[in-house]
C-alpha cells in the first residue's frame, strides 16, 4: 500500500519549505509535491514608489542572495530609463556579484548540503594520521587537513558529543546508511565545514568593502554605484584583491577537492546519481568581466537537446523568447488560474489551507498530519512555464548549456573534473551533478573574476566616472526589466514607471522556477520532478529527499512573490475559513 | 532603580543562574580564557570595561566578570517567521565570538532552521523538546514579522500545520528573555510596509511578555551576540528606549559619530552621485542619507569586523533600524522634505523646513528634529529601566 511522508520544516534552507511524497510498497517515490508555506507581498508593496528605491525593497526578498535581488531591482529600472551605467559601475557591480558567489555556493556546500553528505558522527572513529593522508587524493595541495588539525577537530567534536548536548546536531540522520564517506573521510570535510564557516566572513568582506556590508549592501544606485572613495584607494583595491586570493585558494584546495571526494564515494548510490528532474534547462549571461565581454552565455536546451548533447548526437541550443515566459496558479494559493505573461498576471490569495491524514512521522508510525489538498492548491509558489515547459534553472543549467555551447572555460573544468572522477558525462544529470556544478561554477568564477578586477583598474587609469546621471519624466511611461544568473540561477525582474512612480513590479526567481507545484496539465515543476522514483531506506529518516532537494539550493522566500497590475483592493481577499489549518 | 537595589537583584540573578543545569560539563568560560593565555587579571580588565559601557558603577565589575562565567548555560530558540534570512547570515559572521565556538563553546544553540541538521518531524521534535526541557531558561530570539490575525495562516511550519503565529506564541509564554532579532520581528519589517498584504506584526504585539527590540536590516553582528551577555546580567530588559531597544547599541545618533559630520557642519554636500562631492567625501544629506533621524552604532562599530558601512561606501543611512522606516524614511535617496510627487509616503516629514533652504535647514531644522526626538527618548525610555 502507497504511504504519505511530509517534510516540514526543509532546514537547511533560505524560507519555508514543506515537500510531500508518496512511497510505493518498495519505498520509492511515485509521486512528490512541493508546497511553499509562506506568502510576504513585496511587489504589492512596491507599487507607488519612488523607483530609485526599488532595489533596496527588492533586496529584502532574501538576506541570503542578499545582492542579487538588489542589483536586480536597480538594473531592472536602469533598463526602463534607458540608462547603462559608466564601465567602473559595471565592473564594480561584477566584483561584488563574484564576493556574493563565492560566499554563496561554499556555504550552500559545507553549511546547509554538505551534512545530507557527510556523517559528522562518523568522523569520530577517524584515524587522523590516515585521514590527513586520505586528502592528497583529491587534490596535490590540501588545506586545513594536516594531521595536527584534525585531530583537534575530532577532539573538538568527540568533546561536544561526550556532553550529549548536541544543539544544532541535534537529532539528525547520524549513521543512515546512505551516508557513504569513510570515517577518514568525514573528519576532512569536518573540518573543512569549520574552516568554511572562517572563510565566509572574509568572502562577506569582500563584498563590504565596495559594498559597505553583508547581508544588504548598500553602495548600488540607479546610474552606477557609490563606492568611489573606495574605488580611488589603492589600499582598499589591495584588500579585495587578497580576500579574493584567499576565497579562490579554499575553493580550489577545499571546496573542489571535497566534492570530488563526494563524486567518487558517491557515484554508485543509487539516490544521488538519478533526479535530474526537468531536463528543460535555462541559463542566462552574467558577468562582465570586461566591456560587454562575459564569462557565462544565455540559452535554453529542452529534454531532447539534452539527452543528444550527453549521447554524442547533434543537439540544438535556442534564444530565449521573453513572450513565452507564464505563470499560473492552478496548484497555487491564488484565485485566478490562467497562464499570464507576467506583466498581465494577477494575484489574489485564496489560501485553502491542509486536510488531516495518517503519514509515517519520525518513529516510523502512521500519525495524525496536516497534508496538502493534492488535487486542489497547495504552494504559495506560482508555477512558471516557458512555451507551457516548465524549466530548471541553477548552476547545472549554467554549465550544460554553456558547456553546450562551447564555451571554452566551461569545457575545461567540465572535462577535467569528469577525468579526476573517472565519471561519465551523463553523471551531470543528476543529484551529485547538481552538486557539482555549482562547485564548477564557483571555481570557475575564482579562476577568471579577477578579469574583472584587472580592466577595472586599468580603466580607473583614465576614467574615474561611476554614475550616469538621469531624469525621470513623470509624463512617460517606462517599462524596463533585468535578466540575468544569480547563485540558485536564472532571475529576472519587471518593471513599468508611470507618474514618476512604480506602477507594476514583478520578480520571477530562480526557485519559483524550480519549486513551482504542478500546472494545469498536471505537469510536476522540477523540484518534484527529481523526487520521482527515489529509493527510501527508511520512511522516518527521509536524507534521500533532503539531500535532493537541497541541491536545488532552495531559497523560499525569494520565490513567492505577487503579481497585482490591476490595483486589486487587498481588503477584499476572501479567504475560505474552513481551510484554515489552525 | 538604586544602584543597590539593581545590585542586590544582578546578584540574586547570578545566583539562580549558578544552579542551572551545566550544558557543557567541562568547560567553562574561566578555563577557554585560560586556554587562550587570558589572565584573570585581563578577563577583570575586560569586565571592567563592559560596566563602563552599561553605565554602571565600577562595584558591579565583579558581577560583570562572573556573568560571562555563565554563558555557558543558555539554551537558544531561534524561530523564523516571515523573513529573508539575513539577521541568520549575519549572527553567522560574528567573530567575537566566532560562530562556531558561540555554537560549541558557548550557547545551546536548540533550534535554528537555517543551520539545525535535522529536517521535518525530528525538527519538530527538537523545537517542542527545547521548550519543555528548559521551560522558563530559554532564550527566545525571533527573526521576521508575523502574519497574523485573519492572515495568520500566510505562514506555517511543521508537519502539523501549525502557524508562525502560534509557534511564535508558544515559544514566547515559556521563555526566559525575548529578543526580536531585525526590523521585521522588532516593527514588521518590510512585509509590514504599506499596505502590508500579510498583517506583519512585530513579535511585542503577539506575545504580551516583555520582547526586547534588535533592530536593523540586518542588525550588525554585535548588536545581535552582544545582547545575550545582557541577558545574562540582568535576568531582565536592559536599559531601552522608546522603542525598547538595549541603549548600549541604539543610544546614539549615527549622524553624531559620523564621519563625514564636519563636511555637515561645513555645508559641504554631495549634490548627485558620481559628483566631485562624492569623490571628496562630502556629507550625503542632500541624497538622502536619514543619519539624523538614526539611532545605531553604525558609525562607531560599522559591519563585516569594521570594515566598512553605507556612509563609508558613500551611500546615505536608509533608517533601517527605525520603526517603520521602510514607509517613513523613503525615497532613500532624497531628503524626507523633498517628495518631488505624491508617493506612498505621503508628504514629507520636513518640507516645510527644506523649502526655506539647505543651509538652515542644517543649522536648525535638523538640530531642533534630533533634539525633539532625544528628548522624545529620554523622556519615554525610563520606564523600562525599572
Known amino acids: 500500500m502507497s504511504k504519505r511522508i511530509v517534510v516540514d520544516p526543509i532546514t537547511r534552507i533560505e524560507g519555508h519549505l514543506r515537500v510531500e511524497v508518496i512511497v510505493d510498497d518498495n519505498n520509492k517515490v511515485t509521486e512528490a509535491y512541493s508546497s511553499s508555506t509562506l506568502w510576504r507581498g513585496i511587489e504589492t508593496i512596491l507599487k507607488g514608489r519612488d523607483p530609485r528605491d526599488a532595489g533596496f525593497f527588492t533586496q529584502r526578498i532574501c538576506g541570503v542572495c542578499t545582492y542579487s535581488h538588489y542589483k536586480a531591482g536597480i538594473q531592472a529600472v536602469e533598463n526602463a530609463l534607458g540608462i547603462k551605467p559608466p564601465l567602473n559601475a559595471r565592473l564594480t557591480r561584477t566584483l561584488m556579484n563574484a564576493a556574493l558567489f563565492l560566499h554563496d555556493h561554499p556555504v550552500h556546500f559545507y553549511h546547509l548540503h554538505g551534512l545530507d ?181 544565455s540559452g535554453v536546451m529542452f529534454a531532447e537537446d539534452v539527452i543528444n548533447l550527453v549521447t554524442g548526437k547533434p543537439y540544438k541550443v535556442h534564444d530565449l523568447d521573453e513572450s513565452k515566459i507564464t505563470e499560473e496558479a492552478t496548484h497555487s494559493w491564488y484565485q485566478d488560474d490562467e497562464a499570464l505573461h507576467p506583466y498581465d498576471g ?41 512555451d507551457g515547459k516548465p524549466l530548471q534553472v541553477g548552476p547545472l543549467a549554467n554549465i550544460v548549456v554553456n558547456y553546450a555551447k562551447g564555451n571554452q572555460k566551461v569545457q575545461k573544468v567540465v572535462n577535467e573534473f569528469l577525468a579526476k572522477t573517472g565519471l561519465p558525462i551523463t553523471a551531470v544529470a543528476s543529484t551529485l551533478g547538481r552538486t557539482a556544478c555549482r562547485m564548477l561554477e564557483t571555481k570557475i568564477i575564482a579562476d577568471n573574476a579577477l578579469e574583472a578586477f584587472n580592466n577595472l583598474v586599468q580603466n580607473l587609469k583614465v576614467d574615474d566616472s561611476t554614475y550616469t546621471s538621469y531624469k525621470i519624466d513623470k509624463n512617460k511611461v517606462y517599462k524596463g526589466r533585468y535578466i540575468g544568473n544569480v547563485p540558485r540561477g536564472v532571475l529576472s525582474h519587471w518593471v513599468v514607471i ?61 520565490a513567492v512573490h505577487v503579481m497585482d497590475t490591476k490595483g486589486n483592493e487587498l481588503s477584499s481577499y476572501k479567504v475560505d475559513p474552513n481551510g484554515a489549518s489552525c | 532603580m538604586e544602584h543597590a537595589e539593581l545590585y542586590q537583584k544582578i546578584s540574586e540573578r547570578l545566583e539562580s543562574l549558578a544552579k542551572f543545569p551545566q550544558l557543557k560539563e567541562n568547560k567553562s568560560i574561566t578555563q577557554l580564557i585560560e586556554d587562550h593565555g587570558i589572565s584573570r587579571r585581563d578577563f577583570m580588565k575586560w569586565a571592567a570595561g563592559m560596566t563602563a559601557m552599561l553605565s554602571l558603577p565600577s562595584t558591579f565589575t565583579p558581577l560583570m566578570a562572573q556573568a560571562a562565567e555563565l554563558t555557558d548555560r543558555l539554551p537558544v530558540v531561534w524561530l523564523h517567521m516571515a523573513e529573508c534570512t539575513g539577521c541568520s547570515e549575519s549572527l553567522l559572521r560574528t567573530d567575537a565570538p566566532t560562530i562556531d565556538s558561540l555554537i560549541f563553546d558557548h550557547i545551546s544553540l536548540e533550534y535554528h532552521e537555517t543551520l539545525m541538521v535535522a529536517c521535518g518531524w525530528q525538527a519538530e521534535h527538537n523545537l517542542e523538546h527545547a521548550i519543555e526541557k528548559y521551560k522558563g531558561k530559554y532564550i527566545l530570539m525571533v527573526e521576521g514579522g508575523i502574519p497574523a490575525g485573519s492572515s495568520e495562516f500566510y505562514l506555517t511550519v511543521g508537519p502539523h500545520g501549525k502557524t508562525g503565529q502560534a509557534h511564535a506564541k508558544h515559544a514566547a509564554a515559556n521563555a526566559a528573555a525575548i529578543f ?44 545581535i551576540v552582544g545582547n545575550v551577555l545582557h541577558y545574562i546580567l540582568f535576568g531582565t530588559l536592559p536599559a531601552l528606549d522608546a522603542f525598547n531597544r538595549p541603549k548600549w547599541a541604539y543610544g546614539i545618533r549615527i549622524h553624531d559619530l559620523c564621519e563625514r559630520r564636519g563636511r555637515f557642519d561645513a555645508g559641504e ?118
Not at chain 2, 510596509?193 to 550588525?220: E, F, R
Request: charged share 20%; with cysteine.
Open chain 1, 117 to 297: 553528505w557527510v556523517d559528522v558522527v562518523s568522523a569520530l572513529s577517524a584515524d587522523p594520521a590516515k585521514a590527513s593522508k586520505e586528502a592528497f587524493k583529491y587534490t596535490d595541495n590540501p588545506i586545513a587537513t594536516g594531521e595536527d588539525e584534525l585531530k583537534n577537530v575530532q577532539r573538538r567534536v568527540a568533546e561536544f558529543v561526550k556532553k550529549g548536548h548536541l544543539g544544532p546536531f541535534a537529532n539528525a540522520y547520524w549513521g543512515h546508511p546512505t551516508y557513504k564517506l569513510t570515517p577518514e573521510q568525514n573528519l576532512i570535510a569536518v573540518s573543512h565545514y569549520l574552516k568554511a564557516l572562517e572563510m565566509q566572513r572574509t568572502a562577506a568582506q569582500m563584498m563590504a568593502i565596495f559594498g559597505s556590508k553583508q547581508p544588504h549592501p548598500q553602495s548600488l544606485t540607479v546610474g552606477g554605484v557609490t563606492c568611489i572613495m573606495d574605488l580611488q584607494s589603492p589600499a582598499r583595491l589591495g584588500e579585495y584583491l587578497t580576500k579574493f586570493q584567499e576565497m579562490a585558494d579554499f575553493v580550489n584546495r577545499a571546496y573542489y577537492a571535497d566534492v570530488v571526494m563526494a563524486g567518487l564515494a558517491y557515484a554508485g548510490e543509487p539516490s544521488v546519481n538519478a533526479g535530474l528532474g526537468t531536463a528543460n534547462l535555462w541559463t542566462y549571461k552574467e558577468f562582465e568581466v570586461g566591456n560587454d565581454s562575459f564569462l557565462f552565455d
Open chain 1, 346 to 386: 494577477k494575484t489574489n490569495p485564496k489560501y485553502t489551507g491542509f486536510k488531516e491524514e495518517q503519514t509515517v512521522n519520525g518513529k516510523g508510525e502512521m500519525a495524525p498530519t496536516k497534508v496538502i489538498h493534492e488535487d486542489g492548491k497547495y504552494s504559495w509558489v506560482k508555477s512558471p512555464r516557458y
Open chain 1, 498 to 558: 508611470k507618474n514618476g512612480v512604480i506602477e507594476n513590479y514583478q520578480a520571477v526567481v530562480p526557485t519559483t522556477w524550480n519549486a513551482s507545484p504542478k500546472d494545469a496539465n498536471g505537469v510536476r515543476g522540477p523540484y518534484e520532478e527529481s523526487l520521482i522514483g527515489l529509493p527510501i531506506a527508511d520512511l522516518s529518516q527521509p536524507l534521500e529527499i533532503v539531500r535532493v532537494i537541497h541541491s536545488f539550493d532552495p531559497c523560499l522566500a525569494c
Open chain 2, 180 to 223: 526580536a532579532i531585525g526590523s521585521c520581528s522588532s516593527f514588521g519589517g518590510v512585509q509590514a510596509a504599506y499596505p502590508n498584504p500579510t498583517n506583519a506584526q512585530p513579535l511585542s504585539k503577539v506575545t504580551d511578555k516583555p520582547v526586547i527590540n534588535v533592530p536593523g536590516c540586518p542588525p550588525s553582528e554585535k548588536n
Open chain 2, 269 to 386: 554636500f554631495v549634490q548627485e552621485f558620481g559628483d566631485e562631492g562624492a569623490k571628496k567625501g562630502y556629507c550625503l544629506y542632500k541624497v538622502g542619507c536619514k543619519g539624523p533621524y538614526t539611532f545605531n552604532n553604525c558609525s562607531r562599530e560599522r559591519f563585516n569586523q569594521h570594515t566598512s558601512w553605507p556612509v563609508q561606501a558613500g551611500h546615505g543611512c536608509i533608517g533601517c533600524s527605525e520603526p517603520d522606516f521602510w514607509d517613513a524614511m523613503g525615497p532613500f535617496e532624497e531628503p524626507l522634505g523633498d517628495r518631488l510627487y505624491q508617493t506612498v509616503y505621503g508628504e514629507g516629514a520636513d518640507k516645510t523646513a527644506d523649502k526655506v533652504g539647505i543651509a538652515l535647514l542644517t543649522a536648525t531644522a535638523v538640530g531642533i528634529a534630533a533634539h525633539a526626538a532625544i528628548a522624545a527618548v529620554k523622556g519615554s525610555g525610563s520606564k523600562s529601566e525599572e
